[in-house]
């Protein structure tokens, strides 16, 4: 268990500037997941983590120390690649052993470790293999045995199990969040699935083109994103923004927005939970009103009265989606595509109106400018 | 009805167009076949009859049994291209390997201008043996080349006449070789280099193991298959250098760098005697063929490498 902690860290190559300014601080036993789109500096920013990339300008510190001219075998750091980066003309029993060996771990204490391993992960059966002869799922156990063996402070995990079809991807993951449970070591792990990240991470990072969006725990990333671009990458379907204007309402404020029922245009006012002082300049002025779809649902009598903030009101339906679960219903709020989850007993036909019910008590607020949280 | 049409279509198909449609493909190879059984094959099984008769300027047809692959070793000049040969052949190859593996490994260090030097090294590899053979022939030759050069800049004492040396020239083939060939072995193991997964060398870094021990340990045994058709290419190259040794010493001086395919050049067209000839040629293929069947049946029936 380490804390380790990044310092404004930046990295450019020659004109590009892939990482502007990273500052993230992590306490012993912690499991960050940078979450993030293909490209926006994930893997650099762990590379620079574990060393094999030089940092331009900024610290990384482990357990307090600043680690920028440390070897990287020497930061006693361990890392799963996205390719699983077996040695291909290793044994997966060399494969493990070749840290340990490197380290100079005496030979009867590297079978111990190795079969302790093995076992953790069920590869026993594997060990006579080369990475050929394995299938994927067995390949990325190997990865992680050859992690997992050395027993080091801070593991990196680079989309480990995006080479994985959905199955087993779903499996690999509770095994992760099991052995983190169990080893307690902390954890860097990237990926771009927000829903790897959200089941398994104790901090998320969101980030974009270079820079942490929003650094928080998963349940807070998701019920108060930072920014739009938060809200619209986390969740599946993301958020629903609907274009509104903030109007007084009794002596609240509500949300303002057009919406089509019955066949005539109207506006519809929805009360905000909690109406705090610092929503006053923003009285009569333009926001974008951010909803999860499961927060806009069949209008029910019984939940409407025990739950204070929903506001019911009638809207047309576009379009249809079953998940099973769920019906994903299209409507048009403020002239933009927002979706409903309709229980599948309770749809309306498109084109007919419905009765929605929107819970504001998970409602967020943006300004439309900068797309920050209000 | 459609069903009907379809029918009928199916009816022509059967007729002469339909057989040349289904054939066309094996008439189109058939003459180059024809040629290749004919050439190759036809004229290997010849050459291999031919050294077992005693044939002298013109074919004789009559067998002696296998007393050729005896007396061609009492040959002083088989002698010497045998000796040439193998000379030759392990300076050529353990050279150019060495060589092309240290400028691969140069070359891998990401540096700048790289598709030019890349260029430069591979280039001699796209010239001829003959173009090879007459640069070098003056570039070593005193009178004109290096020497002469050396001379003119001032250093009169320098000499290097290795190529009018009876005992040296054979060396003069191997630096000419070694010149042509050593910027394709860069290349094969270049590419083999560059085909080592990035993450594979990081996981190695985190590892704990050193550069020398990630060349040593993982990257070389996973190249290895390179090194082994570089080896076998090296090799029947060697064997048949001809050309070469024609254009830089022409086999000389005296004798001194005949090799197998000169010896047999010489007793074919100069000293009238098909028999050694026949014979020196199915040693050479034999010699070839020991190296690459074993290899091909390697390369196509051993286990994927992944
Ligand atoms: N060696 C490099 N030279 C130039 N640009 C690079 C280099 N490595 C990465 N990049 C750029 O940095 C950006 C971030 O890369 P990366 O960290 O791999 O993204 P991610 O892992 O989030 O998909 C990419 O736009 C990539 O093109
Ligand atoms: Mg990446």
Redesign the pocket.
């Known amino acids: 268990m380490a804390n380790l902690e990044v310092r404004n860290v930046r990295k450019s ?1 020659g004109d ?1 500037h ?1 990482l502007k300014g990273i500052s993230l601080d992590l306490d012993g036993g912690e499991f960050l997941v940078l979450l ?1 789109p ?7 920013l762990l590379n620079m983590i574990a060393g094999l990339d030089s940092i331009t300008d900024g610290e990384i510190v482990i357990d307090g120390r600043v680690v920028n001219a440390v070897h990287p075998k020497n930061r006693d750091i361990a890392m799963v690649f996205q390719s699983y980066a077996l040695y291909p003309n290793m044994t997966v029993k060399k494969n493990i052993a070749f840290g340990l060996e490197m380290r100079g771990v005496p030979a009867e204490e590297r079978e111990r470790l190795i079969s302790r391993t093995a076992e953790l992960l069920q590869i026993d059966h594997l060990l006579g293999r080369k990475p050929a002869q394995l299938s994927g799922g067995q390949r990325q156990r190997v990865a992680m045995g050859r992690a997992l063996v050395r027993d080091p402070k801070i593991f990196l995990f680079d989309e480990p199990l995006s080479n994985l079809d959905a199955k087993l991807r779903v499996d690999m993951r509770t095994e992760i969040k099991k052995l983190h449970a169990r080893l307690g070591t902390t954890i860097v792990y ?1 990926t771009h699935d927000q829903i790897e990240a959200m089941t398994l991470a104790t901090q998320i990072a969101v980030m974009r083109g270079g820079v942490i969006e929003q650094l928080a725990p998963p349940q807070e990333v998701y019920e108060q994103p930072a920014n739009m671009y938060v809200g619209g990458f986390v969740g599946s379907p993301p958020m629903n923004f609907v274009p509104a204007t903030l109007v007084e309402h009794g002596n609240g404020l509500a949300v303002r927005f057009a919406c089509t029922s019955d066949g005539s245009a109207g506006d519809v006012d929805l009360p905000l939970a909690d109406p705090s002082e610092d929503l006053a300049p923003w009285r009569d002025r333009k926001v974008i009103f951010g909803l999860r779809p499961e927060a806009l649902t069949d209008y029910n009598e019984a939940e409407a009265s025990i739950r204070e903030h929903a506001h019911a009101f009638d809207c047309r339906v576009d379009v249809l989606e079953p998940t099973g679960a769920d019906t994903l219903t299209y409507v048009d709020l403020g002239g933009e595509t927002a979706i409903a989850r309709v229980n599948p007993r309770r749809t309306t036909n498109p084109g007919e109106t419905m009765r929605l019910m929107a819970d504001m008590s998970h409602a967020s607020l943006f300004d439309p400018e900068t797309e920050r949280r209000i | 009805m459609p069903a009907d049409t379809t029918v009928t279509s199916s009816d022509a198909e059967t007729g002469v167009r339909g057989w040349l449609q289904r054939h066309l493909s094996k008439l189109v190879v058939a003459p180059s076949f024809l040629a290749a059984v004919i050439f190759f094959y036809g004229f290997i099984l010849w050459t291999v009859y031919i050294s077992l008769t005693g044939s002298r300027m013109l074919p004789d047809y009559e067998l002696i049994g296998f007393d050729n692959y005896l007396r061609i070793w009492r040959l002083s000049r088989w002698e010497t291209a045998f000796d040439n040969l193998f000379i030759f052949g392990v300076l050529f190859i353990l050279i150019s390997m060495a060589v092309g593996c240290v400028l691969a490994v140069l070359l891998d260090q990401r540096i700048r201008a790289e598709g030019v030097l890349r260029s430069i090294y591979l280039y001699p590899m796209a010239i001829s043996y003959i173009v090879t053979g007459t640069a070098w022939k003056w570039l070593l030759d005193p009178g004109i080349g290096l020497e002469k050069a050396m001379h003119d800049m001032g250093w009169t004492s320098f000499s290097f006449g290795w190529i009018n040396d009876p005992d040296m020239a054979i060396y003069t083939v191997v630096i000419a070789a070694v010149w042509q060939a050593s910027g394709f072995v860069m290349a094969m193991v270049l590419a083999a280099l560059r085909g080592v997964d990035d993450e594979i060398i990081k996981a190695a870094w985190l590892d704990g193991a050193s550069l020398p021990n990630i060349y040593r340990r993982i990257i070389i045994p996973t190249i290895r298959p390179v090194f082994l058709s570089a080896f076998v290419i090296l090799m029947h190259l060697a064997i048949k250098t001809f050309d070469l040794v024609m254009a830089l010493t022409a086999g000389g001086p005296g004798t001194s760098t005949a090799v197998p395919a000169t010896f047999m050049y010489d007793m074919a067209f100069q000293r009238d005697r098909l028999d050694f000839a026949a014979t020196s040629a199915v040693m050479m293929l034999a010699t070839v063929a020991a190296i690459i069947v074993p290899y091909l049946y390697s390369e196509i029936r051993g286990p994927r490498r992944g």
Not at chain 1, 38 to 44: A, R
């Open positions: 190559f590009t892939v993030g293909s490209g926006c500096g994930k893997s650099t990237v």
